[in-house]
T-cell receptor, first 113, second 114 residues
């Protein structure tokens, strides 16, 4: 089954404790993205990647890191989480830049205390 | 700065009626347009995409695109309570634009009243 997976689905942590949210897709997509979604603010892109070892900032990259060492994986790293990073996070992937449909993972609900 | 605008709602529609959702975009270079449905706490799922001016129908859903006026709309016929969700409009400017080319609106919250 074609899908985007994320882990963990739910996470409660404390300020300053490094964490990684994993994302994996099995569709051989080149483009992958991370979004956060907050009430009233919609989906905001954090980082995106156009291929292995090619990543770039989205609209709200501060406080986040990503890597793309393999085509299928695109982890999101919070080196020192803060309460304002409490949010619902989505990983997504698609074939390319053009007219392609984007597929979303199930989401990770993160709470930083 | 490319923008995609949607009325946040809530838009309340009686069951069985037609729900009309609208989206405007700022970048004339936009090439493809998507409607996603998102239930609370869940991930967005694609309902329809449209590339050419005019109407595109898929079951109870019709997407309408007018590039000259820079708007895209989604009509839902015979609305059902299960259609109650937030609908996200997404616009792809294809090559030549910044970032990865895909911009989402903030969504319209649709409520179908039984």
């Amino acid at each position: 089954e074609a899908q985007v997976t994320q882990n963990p689905r739910y996470l409660i942590t404390v300020t300053g404790k490094k964490l990684t949210v994993t994302c994996s897709q099995n569709m051989n997509h080149e483009y992958m993205s991370w979004y956060r979604q907050d009430p009233g603010l919609g989906l905001r892109q954090i980082y995106y990647s156009m291929n292995v070892e090619v990543t770039d900032k989205g609209d709200v990259p501060e406080g986040y890191k990503v890597s793309r060492k393999e085509k299928r994986n695109f982890p999101l790293i919070l080196e020192s989480p803060s309460p304002n990073q409490t949010s619902l996070y989505f990983c997504a992937s698609r074939w390319g830049r053009g007219t392609d449909t984007q597929y979303f993972g199930p989401g990770t609900r993160l709470t930083v205390l | 700065q490319k923008e995609v605008e949607q009325n946040s709602g809530p838009l309340s529609v009686p069951e069985g009626a037609i729900a009309s959702l609208n989206c405007t975009y700022s970048d004339r270079g936009s090439q493809s347009f998507f409607w996603y449905r998102q239930y609370s706490g869940k991930s967005p799922e694609l309902i329809m995409f449209i590339y050419s001016n005019g109407d595109k129908e898929d079951g109870r859903f019709t997407a309408q695109l007018n590039k000259a006026s820079q708007y895209v709309s989604l009509l839902i016929r015979d609305s059902q309570p299960s259609d109650s969700a937030t609908y996200l409009c997404a616009v792809n400017i294809g090559s030549g634009g910044g970032a990865d080319g895909l911009t989402f609106g903030k969504g319209t919250h649709l409520i179908i009243q039984p």
